[in-house]
């Protein structure tokens, strides 16, 4: 170890959505009363599990035939999506662990509590994962999701959507975010995303329309770029990636 | 005008959904045949040093049901207070779990050995602990907190991170309930009287 400072830069929590967001009606009682304790990150927060690509499995990051039978794939716009994991530093963070999970393209959900009327897709599973390269680069395949309706307000419904989760060096990195796509009228209208404060923090969560990543006659590309909380040093030789 | 900071701002956070397992538990929720197993249902390898221990709990919401959406995950160090990653670690304690919450009864359950004392920065040990990170339909941002060993009295008392609470009335929420068989019984609780402390690292 070096005597340099160590530790995670602080998370702008005017940033991020609050807790209680009332219009997102289950935040009411499950969001915390009391101010969260501030401390300073220590070895048990700036730490965190390593994952290697001995867990990726060949089809893992490819939901357009990781549930499908022999031959068949899922229905549905045929979509690439790509993009880097930073840290707020801006240097690319390699070895991140990014976990996507999505609707069919009809909206529906691969899950025992959805009851949505659209059906399931029998060749789309909806779960793919990915480990970034050392430059922190990921990309995967899957179809667009469709937009469905949930029980909030009377009318509510969700964009088009595909959540990530994403570990970076260190366990206080940990994130789960939502990617939206570019010019879908119902993000400006969900209240989860109306959890976001500002208009700007909400359109980090875009992904934007790549024609050149694009690859003719087979797939539309999407870039989401994801940063994570910056990082002050790295301790240990497994993780030289730090300052 | 100065010279502009290139920090970029980090990624908002956006809740998990009550659909999270699809992703980070699809054995878990039935979909099976994409994943071998689901990451971080094991927590020990054949011969971890140190005593074997579960930990068991719900996570409540602000009129005391449990949650049976959420997705904890847990890191700790291992017997000797080192990390996964750092010199010296035993390769059979890989320190992180996770555990959705069962779809009806709320519990969760980690079945992994009692850390040793870490130390903290300044080169003081802190109490044995388990980091917690929750997440769930409703929960914006994922909450992180600690749990400590109610029958590990005297390391407790001397903690840094227990004793710079103001409301030392609360300290009680992060205390792991010792059941006498090696289970450790940690409720969370969101919001309301009992409400656990979470902390802004």
Redesign the interface.
């Known amino acids: 170890m070096t005597e340099k400072p160590?530790?995670?830069?602080?998370?702008?929590?005017s940033?991020?959505?609050?807790?209680l967001?009332p219009p997102?009606k289950?935040?009411?009682?499950?969001?915390?009363?009391?101010?969260?304790?501030?401390?300073?990150?220590?070895?048990?927060?700036d730490?965190?599990?390593?994952?290697t690509r001995d867990?990726l499995?060949p089809?893992?990051a490819d939901l357009i035939h990781?549930?499908a039978s022999d031959g068949q794939s899922a229905i549905g716009p045929r979509i690439i999506v790509y993009g880097r994991v930073?840290?707020?530093?801006?240097r690319g963070v390699p070895n991140a662990l990014v976990?996507?999970?999505?609707a069919n393209a009809g909206g529906r959900?691969?899950?025992?509590?959805?009851s949505y009327l659209a059906p399931l897709d029998p060749n789309f599973?909806?779960?793919?994962?990915v480990i970034t390269d050392e430059h922190g680069n990921y990309e995967f395949r899957t179809i667009q999701p469709g937009p469905y309706p949930w029980p909030n307000g009377p009318n509510d419904w969700r964009p088009a959507h595909i959540?990530f989760?994403i570990f970076g060096q260190s366990?206080?990195q940990?994130?789960?975010?939502?990617m939206y796509f570019e010019g879908d009228p119902m993000i400006w209208q969900c209240p989860?995303?109306g959890?976001?404060p500002s208009r700007e923090?909400?359109e980090?969560?875009v992904a934007a329309l790549d024609m050149r990543r694009t690859v003719p006659m087979d797939a539309r590309a999407y870039k989401f770029d994801?940063?994570?909380?910056?990082v002050r040093q790295t301790?240990?030789e497994?993780?030289m990636e730090g300052l | 005008m100065v010279q502009k900071l290139e920090n970029l701002k980090e990624s908002p956070s956006q809740t998990a959904g009550p659909y999270v397992h699809i992703g980070l538990t699809p054995n878990f929720s039935g979909i099976t045949g994409v994943y071998d197993a689901d990451l971080g249902t094991k927590m020990l390898g054949n011969a971890p040093k140190g005593e074997r221990i579960t930990i068991t709990g719900r996570v409540l919401d602000g009129t005391g049901t449990p949650l049976r959406d959420a997705l904890l995950e847990i890191w700790q160090a291992d017997a000797n207070g080192i990390y996964p990653g750092q010199d010296g670690a035993d390769a059979d304690v890989y320190g992180w779990g996770r555990c959705p919450t069962d779809m009806d009864d709320g519990t969760f359950r980690f079945e992994t050995i009692k850390p040793g004392a870490v130390q903290n920065r300044d080169g003081t040990p802190m109490a044995p602990h388990v980091t917690l990170w929750i997440v769930a339909r409703g929960i914006n941002l994922g909450l992180h907190t600690r749990m400590y060993f109610a029958d590990e009295a005297e390391a407790n008392a001397a903690d840094p991170v227990l004793k710079r609470i103001e409301h030392q009335v609360r300290v009680p929420t992060l205390m792991g309930q010792p059941q006498g068989d090696g289970t450790y019984l940690f409720d969370i609780h969101l919001q309301g009287p009992d409400e656990t402390i979470f902390f802004d690292i």
């Not at chain 1, 160590?6 to 929590?13: E, K, M, P």
């Not at chain 1, 959900?109 to 959805?114: D, L």
């Open positions: 160590s530790g995670l830069f602080h998370r702008d929590r940033w991020h959505p609050a807790a967001t997102y289950t935040s009411v009682k499950r969001s915390p009363a009391a101010a969260p304790l501030a401390m300073p990150s220590t070895l048990s927060e730490t965190g599990p390593v994952f867990i499995g089809q893992d990781n549930f930073l840290d707020e530093t801006g976990e996507v999970w999505q959900y691969r899950h025992k509590k959805e599973g909806g779960c793919g994962r959540h989760s366990f206080g940990r994130l789960i975010t939502q989860i995303v959890t976001i923090a909400i980090r969560l994801i940063v994570l909380r910056g301790m240990f497994n993780r």
